[in-house]
Each structure stands twice: as C-alpha cells, then as structure tokens.
C-alpha cells in the first residue's frame, strides 16, 4: 500500500511541476508565432496587420520619438517606417510568462530596401492574453547605434 501511495504522490508532483512549466511553453511557442506575424507584416508593408497584434491602448516607445498611446498611433507610426522600405529581423531571446502576462526580451536589426544596415538594438515587449488571443499591451525598443 505504501509503494501504491508513494507513487501516486509522485505522480501528482510530476503532474504540478510539469502543469506550469507546459504553460510556459505553450506561452512561448504562441508569442514566437505571433512575433513571425509581426515581423512577416511589417516587411511586407502592412501596418494594418502589425497594428492588429497591439492592445487597443498599447503603448510603444521607439528611439529618438515621443511615446505612441493607441493602436491607431502605433499604426501610423509603423506606417512611416514601413514606406521607408525598411526591414526588420526580429530574434527573441527570452520569454517569460504567468498566466494572462508575458515579457518577451529580444534583439532587432533593421536593414534599408537596399539591404545595408540601418539600425539595430534590444526590444522588451509585454504581452497579454485575453480570451486567448495575446496582443503586445507594451513595445519598447532602444538604438544600440552610437550617433
């Protein structure tokens, strides 16, 4: 009876231990899906499409600008980068997560239509699940480029 018992306790440990840490994966493998979308998007000239993943009251501050408040401004803003001609690469490095909130830290690189080397630098994103759809509720990205 003992072994019985034993094992069913190590069972059910295995059972909590995993429970988060599959969340976890589950969180990372749909915000890298998601951070495809965007940088798919965004390449192809689509702000709209980019604008979408953004909570309706997403806040973004990019290098040398004034924060952006709003889907739409966020919008308009990626619109201006995106008619540059401008391409990004994303690569995320880190992704953390606990229920409904994710933090995901990564690294950029923007190249000119022309292929040459325009930017690059470390980007944090917070994301959040709503009905589980996860949109990015905060965008920061720093320049790494000496001026």
């Known amino acids: 009876m003992r072994a019985v018992k034993s094992a069913c306790l190590a069972a059910l440990a295995l059972v909590l231990i995993a429970g988060p840490a599959s969340a976890q994966q589950k969180a990372k493998a749909q915000l ?5 979308e965007w940088t798919a998007a965004f390449n192809r000239g689509d702000a709209e499409a980019v604008a979408r993943l953004y909570a309706q009251d997403a806040l973004m501050m990019a290098p040398g600008a004034e924060p952006v408040m709003g889907r739409d401004g966020i919008q308009a803003m990626l619109a201006g980068m995106a008619e540059s001609g401008v391409q990004l ?13 994710a933090v995901v830290n990564g ?26 759809v996860w949109s990015i509720h905060k965008d920061i990205f720093n320049s790494s480029m000496t001026p």
């Open 89 to 101: 690469q994303l690569e995320i490095l880190d992704v953390m997560s606990e229920g409904y909130l």
């Open 32 to 36: 890298m899906v998601r951070s495809s």
């Open 107 to 132: 690294k950029y690189v923007m190249t000119s239509a022309e292929g040459e080397h325009v930017d690059h630098g470390p980007y944090v994103e917070v994301w959040w699940s709503k009905d589980g």
